[in-house]
């Protein structure tokens, strides 16, 4: 039924993908990217090759497979439509990293979070891996477009479907940039902070009030 919780069916093959991935990304940690194999990924996992690739079709996705687009289109389109279009992206991209690493490193209750951590291993082999960098781009835009269709709809006026791209298109390159110094400075600074800095750069506003 709908407005019910993941059905226990769904909830096990969510467990099913962590635990693969985790695996996978233990092993590309250790023995690098291209030296592991889906099936290296297989055998640690407890599982048939086919079973890896029935939850993740390409090596590529054992590292770029998040599920993070839905929840950012559904937090987007939530907010007030009233409220500037890059502050209603913006704020929520911050406001869904808060949640995804935790509180800044000197707040009350900072921890390592194994999101934080697994988003941090992701970007280091991102950064370091060609075949990886090449399809982080075809993430990138398929956040844009769950972003711009959340906003829109089914049939968008062409203008307004022009600034809506051009709103996500240059958020979520902001965010990159802050991605880059995190994973640069090995996530020691504040990633939502970096991100809130990033916008306010681009767009010459303040994002500072979306932290938390």
């Known amino acids: 039924m709908s407005g019910e919780g993941p059905s226990l069916r769904e909830r096990r093959r969510a467990e099913t993908q962590r635990m693969i991935q985790s695996h996978a990304m233990r092993l590309f940690t250790e023995h690098g990217y291209d030296a592991t194999t889906v099936n290296h990924v297989a055998r640690a996992s407890g599982v048939s090759t086919m079973t890896v690739y029935r939850h993740f079709p390409t090596k590529e996705d054992l590292v770029l497979h998040d599920r993070y687009d839905p929840l950012i289109a559904a937090r987007v389109a939530a907010r007030p439509a009233d409220e500037p279009l890059v502050r209603r992206i913006g704020r929520t991209l911050v406001e869904t990293t808060r949640e995804v690493v935790g509180p800044a490193g000197d707040a009350p209750g900072a921890r390592s979070a194994p999101e934080k951590d697994l988003l941090l291993a992701r970007l280091r082999l991102m950064m370091d891996t060609p075949a990886l960098r090449a399809r982080h781009l075809d993430g990138q835009f398929a956040t844009q477009k769950a972003i ?36 640069h400075e090995d996530g020691r ?15 010459d506003d303040d994002f500072g009030d979306a932290l938390g």
């Open 148 to 183: 711009v269709d959340a906003l829109l709809g089914d049939a968008p006026d062409p203008e307004a479907e022009f600034r809506t791209w051009v709103a996500a298109s240059t958020c979520l390159a902001a965010m990159y940039v802050a991605l880059m110094r995190w994973a």
């Open 189 to 203: 600074p504040d990633l939502p902070g970096l991100i809130a800095a990033a916008l306010g750069d681009a767009f």
